[in-house]
């Protein structure tokens, strides 16, 4: 899997949708359980969750964009790599998998990336990415359900481990004094990159005036 190939994956799995429905039904069903679109009636809430759910999905997508160019902008590749390859692999759709099997993809890709941030808190004092969805993953954990989405939290934790553990020696050679100058290379490019991330972020606020 590519970031080239990541529209495509997308298209085919709205046109899955359009002729499925599996997508449309698991939002309804979660519906009554999402307090924040209680006041509201069932078809704009319905209409709210729509959008949140379809820009989540694409979300994944813009993040692997913003990685990337991070990375090259900062000469930091060979840092991010193993994260990059894990994310573009959960994006492999099998052949009737649609919107709905992607956005369980999308809460690992995005569940991994927090897991990631947490272990370079604790092992270099700063994440590696300043980037915040707890509450978007929050609202997607109750759109999954239990105890699946719990099963998919596992998973993400372990990704990131493995992620970690393997492939990043000592994650405070990146924030220390000798590394002053990649890490400022790194948080100038970030910022540049995630300020186009964000106006593609997902707003669970959106359509619910």
């Not at 964009?65 to 090259?72: D, N, T, V």
């Not at 890709?109 to 509450?135: I, K, Y």
Request: hydrophobic share 45%.
């Amino acid at each position: 899997m590519t970031l080239e190939r990541l529209p495509q994956v997308l298209e085919c799995a709205r046109v899955e949708e359009a002729r499925t429905g599996r997508l449309e039904a698991r939002l309804r069903q979660a519906l009554q359980g999402l307090p924040l679109l209680s006041r509201l009636e069932e078809a704009p809430r319905l209409d709210s969750l729509r959008y949140f759910s379809t820009q989540y999905i694409a979300h994944g997508p813009r993040l692997v964009q913003a990685l990337r160019g991070a990375a090259r902008e900062a000469g930091l590749d060979p840092l991010v790599a193993p994260l990059l390859a894990r994310i573009l692999a959960a994006y492999r759709l099998a052949e009737g998998e649609g919107l709905n099997e992607l956005l369980e993809r999308a809460y690992f890709v995005q569940r991994m990336v927090e897991e990631v941030n947490d272990r370079f808190m604790v092992m270099a004092g700063a994440p590696l990415l300043a980037l915040d969805m707890t509450t978007a993953n929050l609202v997607v954990h109750q759109i999954l359900g239990e105890p699946w989405a719990n099963a998919i939290d596992d998973e993400a934790v372990a990704a990131a481990g493995r992620i970690v553990s393997r492939h990043v020696r000592d994650p405070r050679q990146l924030f220390a004094d000798t590394e002053a100058h990649r890490l400022r290379m790194w948080t100038t490019a970030w910022k540049h990159w995630s300020e186009e991330l964000a106006l593609g972020a997902p707003d669970f606020g959106t359509g619910m005036s």
